[in-house]
T-cell receptor, first 112, second 114 residues
Framework: NAGVTQTPKFQVLKTGQSMTLQCAQD?????MSWYRQDPGMGLRLIHY???????DQGEVPNGYNVSRSTTEDFPLRLLSAAPSQTSVYFC???????????FGPGTRLTVL | AQSVAQPEDQVNVAEGNPLTVKCTYS??????LFWYVQYPNRGLQFLLK??????LVKGSYGFEAEFNKSQTSFHLKKPSALVSDSALYFC????????????FGDGTTLTVKP
């Protein structure tokens, strides 16, 4: 199993550009989440999904959109990038809502 | 709302000495508590979890954690630290009243010196 994969690993955007961060898992996990990690602020939940077709907002959802059309994939869309979205983004999945999460390797995003 | 506090940004210990990384939590309902470790430029890796049962939980790499319901704490411990334990440690909570949402602490950087 590849586990949780994320692409790209690095990305530089200009303010106002849009892009999609990809996340995929091959463990047939129902639950998937997106986090951002900023220095001294731990991981903050952006959006999460409890199954295909079902998503919900986390702690910091503004400026981000998600959809979950399949169990495997959970892409994160930045609609109009801002410098405040410069961060490291992690995708995670778990078999159930109270279970251990498995994390991807992260995407380091810089918005100029 | 649920929350996690890791009161120490940094913990320094000498190799061979015991280590403790502190975590307290606040949650409605029954807590499901986790410790994860992050090495530089890597994703988070699972160390151990408490769901129910024994208050002392044993995990990977010789780590253990003690759940204390009255103090709402879940401190991470290891009897004898290794230099290779140096990393960033996160405590996290999930609750049966809010399945799917995890809340993480801000992280504690552990440095083990030879």
């Amino acid at each position: 199993n590849a586990g949780v994969t994320q692409t790209p690993k690095f990305q530089v955007l200009k303010t106002g550009q849009s892009m999609t961060l990809q996340c995929a898992q091959d463990m047939n996990h129902e639950y998937m989440s997106w986090y951002r990690q900023d220095p001294g602020m731990g991981l903050r939940l952006i959006h999460y999904s409890v199954g295909a077709g079902i998503t919900d907002q986390g702690e910091v959802p503004n400026g981000y959109n998600v959809s979950r059309s399949t169990t495997e994939d959970f892409p994160l869309r930045l609609l109009s990038a801002a410098p405040s979205q410069t961060s490291v983004y992690f995708c995670a999945s778990s078999r159930e809502g109270l279970d251990t999460q498995y994390f991807g390797p992260g995407t380091r995003l810089t918005v100029l | 709302a649920q929350s996690v506090a890791q009161p120490e940004d940094q913990v320094n210990v000498a190799e061979g000495n015991p280590l403790t990384v502190k975590c307290t939590y606040s949650v409605s309902g029954n807590p499901y508590l986790f410790w994860y470790v992050q090495y530089p430029n890597r994703g988070l890796q699972f160390l151990l979890k408490y769901i129910t049962g024994d208050n002392l939980v044993k995990g990977s790499y010789g780590f253990e954690a003690e759940f204390n319901k009255s103090q709402t704490s879940f401190h991470l411990k290891k009897p004898s630290a290794l230099v290779s334990d140096s990393a960033l440690y996160f405590c996290a909570v999930r609750a049966n009243t809010n399945a799917g949402k995890s809340t993480f602490g801000d992280g504690t950087t552990l440095t083990v010196k030879p």
